[in-house]
């Protein structure tokens, strides 16, 4: 599916959310998304950034976006329900939700790991897209077919020393995904998970900041895996643990 090539139409009249769409991989989903025809909702916690993700969505003259700002890292139950309202009212339903906002945190010995520093990682990166998934459940179902994409990481799949909070978070995601998706088989949701490789972000380089980023793949050219996920052609894949790239990049 690396070399997936969507229809221009693939995602037309589908509504789709994204978190951490104000930069790195989430922004490109949501303009490859809108590129696409989907109407996004964009949701972030910086406000200006996700303003200009809108203009240039609006300037590409894609469907007009939304804007959801809300910091993962303070959000709470009622925020989530507040969040499934206003869609409802406005879209009523969902198709696809991209879970992709997360904290990189610091790299160092488990031994060491500040506990506060992994209780913020889970909430930020774990306990934040379950409390949304259950406030969106419903409206996801209210769609003819829906798609869930978690994020997840190389570390999330086999941990590596020093990726302590990250790491942990990861591997939850991916279980969080592999529950979700055994309890919702044979509905019309469906939930999968995708490690995005080294990536050509912010995150990545304040991971590795003696690397040349030129080195590494674009957000654009992950997306192909990124639209068969959300569209329909991958309808019968749920409870899968994609890569979107080859050879995921790995530095020791
Ligand atoms: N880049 C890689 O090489 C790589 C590799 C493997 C996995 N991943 C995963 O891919 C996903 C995207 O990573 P990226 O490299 O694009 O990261 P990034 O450039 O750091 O972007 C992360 C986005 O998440 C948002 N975010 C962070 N904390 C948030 C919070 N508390 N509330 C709301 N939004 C929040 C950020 O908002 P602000 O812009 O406001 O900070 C930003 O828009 C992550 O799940 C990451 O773990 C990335």
Redesign the pocket.
């Known amino acids: 599916m690396l070399d997936y090539q969507a229809k221009k139409d693939l995602l037309t009249n589908k509504i789709i959310l994204v978190?951490?769409?104000?930069?790195?991989?989430?922004?490109t989903a949501a303009i490859t998304y809108a590129a696409h025809g989907a109407t996004v909702i964009l949701?972030?916690?910086?406000q200006r950034?996700l303003e200009a993700v809108y203009d240039q969505i609006v300037a590409q003259g894609y469907p007009q976006p939304a804007i959801m700002p809300?910091?993962?890292?303070s959000?709470t139950v009622g925020d989530y329900q507040h969040m499934a309202a206003l869609i409802d009212a406005q879209f009523g339903r969902l198709d696809g939700l991209l879970h992709?906002?997360?904290?990189?945190g610091t790299l160092t010995l488990l031994e060491q790991l500040p506990l506060q520093e992994l209780e913020l990682l889970l909430k930020?990166?774990v306990v934040?897209e379950l409390a949304m998934t259950q406030a969106l459940l419903p409206l996801l179902r209210q769609a003819s077919t829906a798609s869930i994409l978690f994020?997840?990481?190389?570390v999330g799949r086999k941990g590596r020393a020093y990726w302590g909070a990250?790491a942990i978070s990861?591997f939850a995601t991916e279980g969080m995904m592999q529950v979700l998706a055994d309890e919702i088989d044979g509905s019309s949701v469906r939930a999968n998970s995708i490690?995005?490789?080294?990536?050509?972000?912010?995150?990545?380089a304040s991971?590795y900041p003696a690397e040349d980023p030129l080195t590494?793949k674009t957000?654009q050219e992950i997306m192909p895996l990124y639209l068969y996920l959300m569209g329909d052609d991958s309808l019968h894949e749920n409870g899968q643990a994609f890569s979107a790239q080859l050879k995921p990049?790995i530095s020791k």
């Open positions: 978190t951490g769409a104000g930069d790195g991989i989430g922004r949701l972030g916690r910086t950034k809300l910091d993962l890292a959000a992709n906002a997360s904290l990189l930020v990166n934040a994020t997840s990481s190389g990250y990861k490690n995005p490789g080294g990536t050509r972000t912010t995150m990545r991971a590494l957000p990049t």
